[in-house]
Nanobody
Framework: QVQLVESGGGSVQAGGSLRLSCAAS????????MGWFRQAPGKEREGVAV???????TYADSVKGRFTISRDNANNTLYLQMNGLKPEDTAMYYC????????????????????WGQGTQVTVSS
C-alpha cells in the first residue's frame, strides 16, 4: 500500500524559504514519477513540479527558478525547496505519485492514477 506523508509547511514572509518533505512507503519510485501539487482556497489543484527517475523534471511556469524538486533515494523522501516565496504561493501542498505519468501534464491527465498525501499548508504573508 502506497503511503505519502508530507511535512515542512508553515508560515513565512514574502521572499522567505521553506523545504517540504514527502516520506514515501510502498512506492517503487524508480518505476514512476513523484511530484508536488498545490491547491489554494477556491481554486483547482495545480501541478507544481514533477520528478521522473532521478533527473527528468518539469515545473510550472509560476515556480521556475524559485522551486527545486529532488529526492533522497536512500530515505525514500521527496523534497520541494521553495525560495523567493510569494503570497500567491499560499496553498495546501500535496505530494503525489504515479506509475504511469512522467510530467505535470500527464499527472493531471492521469489524475485518477495518482496516489496522494494528506497535504501540508504553506502560507506566505506580504
Amino acid at each position: 500500500q502506497v503511503q505519502l506523508v508530507e511535512s515542512g509547511g508553515g508560515s513565512v514572509q514574502a521572499g522567505g524559504s521553506l523545504r517540504l518533505s514527502c516520506a514515501a512507503s510502498g512506492y517503487a519510485y524508480n518505476r514512476g514519477s513523484m511530484g508536488w501539487f498545490r491547491q489554494a482556497p477556491g481554486k483547482e489543484r495545480e501541478g507544481v513540479a514533477v520528478l521522473r527517475g532521478d533527473r527528468f523534471t518539469t515545473y510550472a511556469d509560476s515556480v521556475k527558478g524559485r522551486f527545486t524538486i529532488s529526492r533522497d533515494n536512500a530515505n525514500n523522501t521527496l523534497y520541494l525547496q521553495m525560495n523567493g516565496l510569494k503570497p500567491e504561493d499560499t496553498a495546501m501542498y500535496y505530494c503525489a505519485a504515479n506509475y504511469l505519468a512522467s510530467t505535470i501534464g500527464t499527472m493531471v491527465r492521469l489524475y485518477d492514477h495518482n496516489y496522494w498525501g494528506q497535504g501540508t499548508q504553506v502560507t506566505v504573508s506580504s
